[in-house]
């Protein structure tokens, strides 16, 4: 795993955040080191396939990077005949997923067969679905277009699919937002990042990633349909929800 370094070197004049080729190459340490709870998110969308997922259908990891709950889901799923579809809009993640995925095949074993898709998830075809994954990836649409997104889902769900949802989060009260931001921060600086480059991601970042509320979000679930949801977890100001069609 390369060690993310992209904002400890070069210049203090960053251009924005982009999922480009060097950004690739560091990601598992990079969301290792960055997200609070990512580990446990991929271990409960294998958890989830394992329940939700039923024979014949697909399942969607939208924003799918390098495929790791795309492999998550893989794993979990216990039911025949189904297919997996990632999509990024990112070349340089869909290529190194393709990459990764296929190399972690073992021979011998006939996996749920994945499609890998260089595409804007906007504009993704969602049918005949029994669970669809965006594992910290609606953070990365404009507030215009997540209601659409959301309504997209729901409408290619089978009824009783799931919907996982995860995301960075803010809080309405000024103080328990500077908290949580502070944690998040020390807890980077646990994980070896000097202040320095926290700010200088933070601010590449900024208008890049665009966090919202959980009543937002939870809001915005009911508005398209889903009859449940609920937070499963939350580590500072991290959050991963669940929603059953
Ligand atoms: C994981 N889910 O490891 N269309 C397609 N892809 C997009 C779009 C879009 N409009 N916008 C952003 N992306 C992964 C981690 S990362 C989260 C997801 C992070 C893609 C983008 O290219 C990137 O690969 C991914 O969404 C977000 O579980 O970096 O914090």
Redesign the pocket.
């Known amino acids: 795993m390369k060690r993310d370094e992209i904002y400890a070197t070069g210049d203090e004049d960053d251009p924005p955040f982009r999922?480009n080729d060097a950004v690739a190459e560091v990601f598992p340490d990079m969301?290792r080191r960055s997200?609070p709870g990512y580990a446990a998110s991929?271990e409960a969308i294998g958890s989830l396939a394992a329940r939700y997922v039923k024979a014949g259908t697909n399942c969607y990891?939208?924003?799918?990077?390098?495929g790791?709950?795309t492999l998550a889901m893989r794993q979990g799923i216990r039911a025949p005949d189904c297919r997996i579809i990632a999509?990024?809009?990112?070349e340089a993640?869909i290529k190194r997923c393709e990459k990764v995925i296929t190399n972690a095949e073992e021979p011998g074993i006939v996996p749920t067969p994945i499609d890998f898709r260089l595409?804007?998830?906007?504009d993704a075809c969602i049918t005949n679905a029994s669970m669809v994954v965006m594992?910290?990836?609606l953070q990365?649409?404009s507030l215009e277009d997540r209601s659409a997104m959301l309504a997209r889902i729901f409408d290619g769900l089978i009824s009783g699919g799931l919907f996982l949802l995860s995301e960075k989060v803010i809080d309405d009260d000024p103080h328990m937002e500077e908290l949580l931001v502070d944690l998040h921060h020390e807890h980077k600086r646990r994980n070896n990042y000097s202040k320095l480059e926290i700010s200088r991601k933070r601010a590449a970042l900024d208008n890049v990633?665009i966090p919202e509320t959980v009543a937002d979000h939870l809001e915005r679930l009911a508005a398209v349909g889903f009859a449940h949801s609920a937070v499963w977890l939350r580590y500072f100001n991290f959050v991963s929800i669940v929603a059953i069609k």
């Open positions: 999922f969301l997200i991929l990891d939208l924003g799918c990077s390098l790791a709950a999509i990024d809009n990112s993640m595409d804007d998830i906007r594992n910290y990836t990365f649409l990633l």
